[in-house]
């Protein structure tokens, strides 16, 4: 048995927010209240000033497995995911094979069965992410995959995409769409104005993805499927999909630390490590992202954690590839750039980590109570640290050398402790 003991437990489920203790045995919280320490504890976790909230659940992350493992793969990706005080992660499809068939799907699965923390799948809507013909989503659904998406390719085909939300509707699973269209862009991963033109580049333009956008939540509103916009970065969005949330649609929406963090500047400061599709934007967009996160336009706190090599982000400008790391530091971005700024509150910060991406796939996660399963994190909202070395096997963060407020002090999955942050300092 475990005793967590005198942490400020927060429950967005609930709006339990009160100094506790947690007992926890056989994988489960088994009591929640005041209790003595006794040697009938095998740990005793002293967590006084610290949060306990539920272990974090990102929808959105690439693990690079298979094909692109010199990148990342299941371990170490679920390594970075502990570290940040994740213990569910859902990965996207554009690996190599790309998931869009049982077998590739049901040898991810089978090596994902013993890893520290819970990951899951999703699979392509398209083969081969090509947005010409459909997957089996029925046979992809029944042999593990929870959703599906070709994340990192827009799909142009209206008719299949309709078609796409037709199946996923019947079937009850979200699709998310990467919004995107790639007939609107010049220089994909930098925004299209005052940062590309001092660059001499044509850049990617809000339109871009504003278009998609819109053409999803009408489509979204006419199958009644269930559909989650990804990385939303462009003020218009948030506006369309407020607009169509009142209309009716079940759209979902994330945004991530990144775009919450940075703007179009980070690229002339941090060059290609800032390089992101969709791309950071103004200040005028930042703050209406921050603003649909407070209204809750946008639902879910998503990191798109891409890991690349460092060769790779060597690369010119033009030619490297666009993405970064992001699981190690969203829980402190949050915290830094979003609570300690007032913009909205600790709880409200964790209902967009846990219970809302957790609706999003139906998953049994993301609360605290009695007899639950104990997927916890436990951290300082208020240590501030630096940002240098990583569980993933990739550093490609415009982050790196940044202080930030917010330090995971123990991730807790299936009642074992899965990472601390002792481990980083016996390592340093």
């Known amino acids: 048995m475990i005793l967590i003991k005198d942490g400020r437990v927060i429950d967005p489920q609930t709006g339990l927010d009160e100094t506790l203790d947690l007992v926890i045995q056989d994988g489960v919280i088994k009591e929640i209240g005041k209790f003595q320490e006794s040697d009938s504890y095998e740990k005793v976790i002293h967590a006084k000033g610290n949060v306990v909230a539920p272990g974090l659940v990102d929808v959105h992350v690439h693990f690079r497995d298979p094909g692109f493992t010199y990148k990342e793969d299941v371990e170490t990706g679920a390594r ?31 090596r994902e069965e013993n890893l520290p923390v819970h990951v899951y799948n999703t699979a392509a809507v398209t083969m081969g992410l090509q947005g010409n013909e459909l997957t089996d989503m029925p046979k992809l659904l029944q042999a593990g995959a929870i959703g599906f998406t070709d994340d990192g390719i827009p799909i142009k085909d209206e008719k299949l995409v309709l078609a796409a939300m037709k199946a996923a509707k019947e079937l009850d699973v979200p699709i998310s769409f990467h919004e995107e269209d790639p007939d609107l862009i010049g220089n994909s991963g930098i925004n299209s104005g005052k940062v590309a033109k001092q660059l001499g580049l044509e850049g990617a333009p809000a339109l871009a993805e504003e278009v998609l956008v819109a053409r999803d939540c009408l489509l979204a509103l006419r199958t009644g499927a269930k559909i989650n916009i990804q990385h939303v970065s462009s003020e218009v969005s948030v506006q369309i999909i407020r607009l169509m949330k009142k209309m009716g649609a079940n759209v979902f929406a994330e945004v991530t630390p990144q775009h919450f963090s940075l703007t179009e500047e980070a690229v002339l400061k941090k060059g290609t490590l800032a390089k992101v599709n969709p791309p950071l934007r103004t200040e005028r967009d930042r703050y209406a992202l921050i603003r649909g996160l407070k209204e809750d336009v946008l639902d879910i706190i ?107 002090k123990y991730t807790i999955c299936r009642g074992q402790i899965v990472y601390t942050d002792e481990e980083e300092k016996n390592e340093s």
């Not at 954690?305 to 530091?329: F, Q, R, V």
């Open 80 to 110: 970075a995911a502990a570290a940040g005080g994740y213990t569910t992660v859902i990965c996207m499809a554009n690996t190599r094979p790309v998931v869009d068939n049982v077998e590739t799907l049901e040898d991810l699965r089978k």
């Open 302 to 408: 998503a990191t798109d954690h891409a890991p690349h090599s460092n060769e790779e982000k060597a690369k010119e400008l033009k030619s490297a590839p666009s993405g970064m790391i992001g699981l190690e530091t969203a829980l402190a971005l949050g915290i830094t750039n979003l609570v300690r700024k007032g913009h909205i509150t600790l709880p409200h910060l964790l209902k967009k980590m846990t219970m809302i991406p957790a609706g999003l796939y139906g998953l049994d996660c993301g609360y605290i109570k009695k007899g639950g399963s104990a997927d916890l994190v436990i951290f300082n909202e208020r240590e501030k640290w630096r940002v240098e070395k990583f569980q993933s096997k990739s550093a490609n963060s415009p982050f790196i050398g940044e202080e930030l407020y917010g330090k995971v």
